[in-house]
Structures are given as structure tokens and as C-alpha cells.
């Protein structure tokens, strides 16, 4: 029988494993060690700015005992979605920190480094042929604002892994992927079915999280034959059930039965879930559909502004019933400071916890019972100077205002900080979400063989 | 009148993208599942009530028997990390449900 074992170590690079984790999967003797590095989850920040939101130390200390591990046992490392959000910038960073590992333990790694940015000039000429589809509930977006956008990546489908695992390389780190490629990848190069190995990468990129008790950052392993999979989390202290398996499979997404992705979609209408004894799930059933035409998710980011904030707490029963009434006014005072300013040029939001901070919109409790409450007084502007300004203006007026009723007037808010204001710099929102139809699924992840820790020819 | 507390193993939200927002139910137990699903207790009335939005934003109720499961997925009012927007991973919307009874 044919079988293809992986050994996914954590929910993301970075998030850290136990060692004695890890040594338990090695000894299971896996085919491949994977990782998603990646996540839309924290934010448009990251993507827009090129910047991880992991640390890079801890990404350091997990990829070094991958790497030395795939060395020692001669099977392929494979990094998804480098660096966070895998734009070039990320991957740029993946690379440096692999550098110093090769520098510190002395390993030569034959790397495929997979890019998946695309440049401005190519994604605006496919808007204005109208070939970028908004993915719902995504929006239509706005010439102006893909202008804005700084870092377009594609999800890059399995094709692109296939192809770099041909090299037999020590490690392939990937740009943005969709987060079960490169656990799938191993085993469809093998001729293992896309369907069941999509799904066990699916549940295998958030590592021990299928697990009970769950954890991003303990190892699972996931072993794929031609009629199903079976999933084993490597810490005795877990143990997956048809319960922990099931409920992963509905987690952070809309549809449990049908998941798009990069070509296609993973049936699981007709999956089974049967468990084998105290520890382990086989899973049975699962199928890839595939789309008449191969499609690409594209993900952008776009600069609004930069962002001042400060933080304070009122106490005083007076104020806080007539806490709506104060914004108000504060607001006023602020316009008719800055009359000269443009509308546009600057927001200004209060934020009010104990009221309605968490869930705005949504919140159904409108009653304020709270003795004390927590304010944040945000302004996002075409500079951080503006930004500084408005917040400092809209700060002191909202500290001395003499709201009807006062008898607190030495002044209205509590704040825990000197300095009271936070410069939170540059402000992204996400832009694109739209699907690129594609002939070639390769064609947009060029890649590159790189020696890691070899001496350069021009040395 | 029972709290949903009492049926419930999981009641969660989280992003599904950075658009949606999706809830999770997992039941204790097929019963527990069966009965919520006999009292029509999660439906898109229920939802569009308790959250103060449309009809047309709630994107899917969905049933996952194999977790003994009811899902249901809304649009998000504002993008993830949005200006104004509050809630970046959408883990701390599901507070509401809390409060459902049988």
C-alpha cells in the first residue's frame, strides 16, 4: 500500500513545539516536515507593511530544529506562506533567518525559494480588463485604491510545490500558499488522491489544534494512504476523537462541506470519521472537485493613513451618562478648531469600553451599566502629524470639558500613561480579495534554487 | 427555560476571511444537538435580531452532524483591521449567544 507521513510541528512557524514532540514524529519516520507560516488573521497591517507578525527569534528556534532534523533523516522541510503573509518582503526575511541557521550549524541547504507577489502594473492591467472577480463578501474595489495597495500575493495551489519538491531540495519556502499545499504536496507528487490529501492538510497546518485538548503548538502527524488518512497527535497528554476532528473541520470557515481553494474544492460531504482506538482518527471519503477553470485568490493590502491613539478611563457617574452626549460635543470642538482641514484628511473614533468597545454595531445590550469606563480616543490621518494633532486637541477637550452637571472639574478623564498619546504609525486595510482566472497554475510563483550556507562562487 | 450553557460544548466566533465572521455551536452530545434543532433555536430571524443586522448578511446557517454542530456565518459589518473595525480575529463576537435559551 502506498502511504506518504507527514510531521506538522506547529499551527504556525513560530509558535513554538516540545521537543519530545517532535523527536516521537522523527521516530514515525515522516516522508516530509511542513509548517503554514501564515495568516490572514492578524491583520492587514502585516501584509501591507511587509512585516511578520511572528517574532523572529521563535520563528528561528522552530525552523532550526526542522532544518536540522530534514538534514539528519534526508526528507524535504516545506515552509507555507513564509514570513506571515508571504510577499517578498517575507520571504526576504524567511531567507535571512535560514541564513544564520546554515551560519550557525554549519549545513549547506539546497533551498526552493517560491515567490507569490505580483506586480502592481500586471494586477491593474488584469482590473482594467475586468479579469479580477471580488470573492464574496468581499467588494468591488476602486482604481484608486489598488493603486494604494502596496503588497499584492497570490495563494499559490499545490502545482508550485510539485515542481520545487522535483528538485529534492532540503527546504522550500513558499510565499503566500494556500495553507494545506504544502502538506498535500508530498503525497499527490506521489500519486496519493488530491481530495484526502488536501484535507489532511487541512487539518494538519493547525497542527495538535484538532486535538483534544487542542494546542498550536504541539506536533501532529498525519499519515495518508490511498483510501484515507489517519491523524495521531504526538503528545500522549492528546488524543484526537471524532469530536476533536470533526470540529476542527468547521473552524474559521463558512461552508464545512465545501472548501475553495487554489484550482478547485475539497468535497466533504461524503467524509467519514471513524476513530481507530483511544488516540487516533481515520478520516475516509473526502474528494477534490476541479474547477473548469483554475482560479488564483489575490489578497492586497492598502495604506489610509496613520494612526494616534490614547488611552483613559472615566469613573465619575455624572459623565458617564451623558457619556454619548460629551463625544458629541467633543467632536464639535475639534471640527471648529481645524475648520481649515478637509472632512476627509482625518477620522476621528471614540471607542467605549464598557459601553459598546467590543462588538459596535453588532453589541444588542444598549444600557450602560458599568461603574467605570474605558475610552480610547483613535484618530487615523493623512500624516502622523495630523494624526498627532487631532488626538492631542480632541484629548484636552474631552479632559477640561464642562459637561451640564459637572462637579468633577478638575478634570474628566483618568489616564494610565505619561505620555498619553501613542503614535501607532502606519494604517492598512485589506483590498483585494479577488480571484484571478489563470491558464497555468505555475506561471505567477516564479522559483529560484538557492545553496543556503554554500560559499559563494564569488568568494 | 434553559440556558444554551447547559447543551453546549463550543460556542465560538472567528474570522472565515477577512470578511465573514463565522459562529460555531458544537453540542455536548447528539441529543443535545437534536433538541436545539427541534426548538428551530438558530435561524436566520434569530440572528438578524440578536446582532441588529440584515437578512441579506447573513451569509449561511449550516448543520455539521458529524460535530453534532449548527454553524452560521455573517458578514462583517467592517473588513478585519478596517478603521473603526474591532475585533480583528472576530473571537470575541459569539458573546450574544450566550445569552439564548431553550
Known sequence: MREIKILSPTAILGYGFPEESFAKGLAKKPDAIAVDAGSTDPGPYYLGAGISFTDKEAVKRDLKIMIKAGKEH??????????????????????????????????????????????????????????????????????????????????????????????????????????????????????????????????LECASIAADPGSGSDCMFGTLRDDH????????????????????????????????????????????????????????????????????????????????????????????????????????????NFTELNDDSYQLLFRIYGKDGVMGALEPVQEVTSHELGIIIEVVADTQQLANTICSFARSSMLHYGYPGRVATAGNLAFPYSPSDFKAGEVYEFSLHHLLEVDDPVAYFPMQIVNIGAKRSDD | MASIREYVDVIRSKNAGPYAITFDLIFKDEAAYRKVKEADLINKKMITKLYGIKAEDVISVIDFKPAHAIKF???????????????????????????LEL
Open chain 1, 74 to 203: 534526508n526528507i524535504p522541510v516545506l515552509v507555507g506562506t513564509a514570513g506571515g503573509s508571504g510577499a517578498n518582503s517575507h520571504l526576504d526575511w524567511t531567507v535571512e533567518i535560514v541564513r544564520e541557521i546554515a551560519a550557525e550549524t554549519g549545513l549547506i541547504l539546497q533551498t526552493v525559494v517560491i515567490q507569490a507577489e505580483l506586480a502592481k502594473a500586471e494586477v491593474e492591467e488584469k482590473f482594467n480588463q475586468g479579469k479580477l472577480k471580488p470573492l464574496a463578501p468581499a467588494e468591488e474595489l476602486t482604481k484608486d485604491q489598488l493603486s494604494d495597495t502596496t503588497n499584492i500575493v497570490a495563494q499559490m495551489g499545490v502545482e508550485p510545490i510539485i515542481k520545487a519538491l522535483e528538485e529534492e531540495p532540503d527546504l522550500i519556502l513558499a510565499g503566500r500558499a494556500y495553507d494545506p499545499v504544502v502538506f498535500a504536496a508530498p503525497a499527490i507528487k506521489a500519486g496519493l488522491p488530491a481530495g484526502l490529501a488536501l484535507h489532511m492538510g487541512k487539518i
Open chain 1, 229 to 336: 488518512f489517519i491523524l495521531e497527535p504526538l503528545n500522549n497528554k492528546r488524543r484526537c476523537t471524532v469530536t476533536s476532528v470533526a470540529a476542527h473541520t468547521l473552524y474559521e470557515k463558512a461552508d464545512p462541506y465545501h472548501l475553495h481553494g487554489p484550482g478547485g474544492v475539497i468535497n466533504l460531504t461524503n467524509s467519514a470519521f471513524e476513530e481507530l482506538d483511544e488516540r487516533r482518527v481515520k478520516v475516509s471519503g473526502s474528494k477534490f472537485v476541479a474547477d473548469e477553470i483554475y482560479t488564483l485568490k489575490l489578497e492586497g493590502a492598502r495604506r489610509v493613513g496613520y494612526r494616534t491613539i490614547s488611552i483613559a478611563g472615566t469613573r465619575d457617574a455624572i459623565m458617564i451618562d451623558q457619556i454619548d452626549e460629551i463625544i458629541d460635543e467633543v467632536r464639535k470642538m475639534v471640527n471648529d
Open chain 2, 73 to 99: 456565518t455573517i458578514r462583517r459589518p467592517l473588513s478585519a483591521g478596517a478603521v473603526g473595525e474591532r475585533d480583528v480575529y472576530g473571537a470575541q463576537q459569539h458573546a450574544p449567544l450566550l445569552t
